[in-house]
């Protein structure tokens, strides 16, 4: 999905778990399911996650139908799983000032790569 359907989206399902109507919540949580389903780079959802899931989470405490909480189950996961792989990637890359530590830790004399 591209990342640009992102901000878009991001709000109308926001406001969708903070209806009253049962049906609203879980089509916003399908929604958000397949739509994280979607996600090719994890990276690209990263903006949006902080949003989503406690909203994702209120709604699925908030509402009655178990059937709905099931929806809201699975798509919290995904949602996790999202934020897992985001936090995973973040943590693998190296910064500017982690690799200039690093080179300078590795090469004699400590060159000046700034």
Not at 14 to 30: H, I, L, N, Y
Not at 64 to 73: F, L, N, T
């Amino acid at each position: 999905m591209p990342a640009r359907c992102f901000p878009v989206l991001a709000p109308l399902l926001v406001r969708g778990f903070r209806e009253r109507e049962t049906a609203t919540v879980r089509q916003s949580a399908k929604i958000t399911e397949n739509m994280s389903r979607l996600v090719e780079v994890a990276t690209e959802a990263e903006p949006l996650l902080p949003e989503l899931i406690p909203a994702l989470q209120k709604a699925s405490d908030a509402v009655s139908d178990p059937e709905c909480r099931g929806v809201c189950g699975k798509a919290h996961t995904w949602l996790a799983k999202l934020d897992k792989a985001t936090k995973e990637i973040r943590a693998l890359q190296l910064t500017k000032e982690k690799l200039v530590a690093k080179l300078q830790g590795l090469l004699p004399g400590k060159p000046n790569f700034s």
